[in-house]
């Protein structure tokens, strides 16, 4: 079955997309106390109250959206389940990051627009994903 040019497209912007994901989570916890005492006071106590479920979450958003895209490259339905939980991931990652450590108050609201994209980003792949699989792309 050929398929438009844009699923294609999408496809690899998605593995860009995540692949940046993934490279931010590698410069994250691989961070020398340098880089960290870099920071301002408030955002190196916020680094230093995460708990490591956090980071995990992190990670199983990143690495389970890699996987997806690439899944979508593949074109495996399998591409959706994965999209799902990368969205899971990145909605727990934040949920704390606003909710229990009230990020927004102490990096001030310049802190809001990125993760707000980045959850609107998986929504997208994740209906991107159902679609290609409903209109059987993916197999």
Known sequence: MKLPAWFWIVAVLALCWELMGVTAYLMQVTMTQAEIDAYPQAQRELF??????????????????????????????????????????????????FFAARAHETIGPSAVPFPLTIIAIGIALVWFSRFAARRGWLS
């Open 48 to 97: 230093a109250a995460t708990p490591p479920w956090v980071f995990g979450a992190f990670a199983i958003a990143v690495f389970g959206g890699l996987a997806a895209a690439i899944g979508l490259l593949m074109r495996r339905k399998w591409a959706l389940p994965l999209f799902v939980v990368s969205l899971l991931g990145a909605v727990l990652q934040f949920s704390w990051v």
